[in-house]
């Protein structure tokens, strides 16, 4: 089993559409999580780390749940420039383990 | 205020040479990380230095190796290289304690012919 899985996507949605991901992660001790995104030959980039009792910023909700090991991301009325790769990250004691991603694009 | 900066960003290279890799963290940071990206998968973890002690290593030959200098910058150093070292690799600094996000460099582009 990976460490941490997520929806293979890839998603296509229109503009203005809300889209879910999904991930689980296998070690249990796992103190911390993110999302990033990752932009085509670019670098990660961070674009929220993941509390608890869950936290939103802008458009953007992400949600934790310690029982099941399971992290998701809500992304609300879809811009074209959130097209990128969503990566999940669990960091179990400093070094980071991600997901393969999972590819969004946003249509006109 | 500069964020991590990495050098070489391009590399050729052929089968059985070595590599060293730059990183310079963002100034503050005492963690650095190393991770090595193919195409169509996320980044997997190398090496981890904090205050120039070797913090953690992911799953990869003993080929690979790093150091961290005295000023918190890194070296990544890859010996007898193979075809499937092709790959992205990227650095990331962060304070260094576990709830801390890590923020990535621009990465090197390395090409193994």
């Known amino acids: 089993r990976k460490e941490v899985e997520q929806d293979p996507g890839p998603f296509n949605v229109p503009e203005g559409a809300t889209v879910a991901f999904n991930c689980t992660y296998s070690?249990?001790?796992?103190?911390?999580f993110f999302w990033y995104r990752q932009d085509c030959r670019k670098e990660p980039k961070l674009l929220m780390s993941v509390y608890s009792s869950g936290n939103e910023d802008g458009r953007f909700t992400a949600q934790l749940n310690r029982a099941s090991q399971y992290i998701s991301l809500l992304i609300r009325d879809s811009k074209l420039s959130d097209s990128a790769t969503y990566l999940c990250v669990v960091n179990p004691s400093g070094d980071m383990r991600f997901g393969a991603g999972t590819r969004l694009t946003v249509k006109p | 205020d500069a964020g991590v900066t990495q050098s070489p960003t391009h590399l050729i290279k052929t089968r059985g040479q070595h590599v060293t890799l730059r990183c310079s963290p963002i100034s503050g940071h005492k963690s650095v990380s190393w991770y090595q990206q193919v195409l169509g998968q996320g980044p997997q973890f190398i090496f981890q230095?904090?205050?120039?002690?070797?913090?953690g290593r992911g799953n990869f030959p003993d080929r690979f190796s790093a150091r961290q200098f005295p000023n918190y910058s890194s070296e990544l150093n890859v010996n007898a290289l193979l075809l499937g070292d092709s790959a992205l690799y990227l650095c990331a600094s962060s304070l260094g304690t576990p709830d801390q996000p890590q923020h990535f460099g621009d990465g090197t582009r390395l090409s193994i012919l």
């Open positions: 070690n249990s001790a796992s103190q911390s």
């Open positions: 230095y904090y205050e120039k002690e070797e913090r």
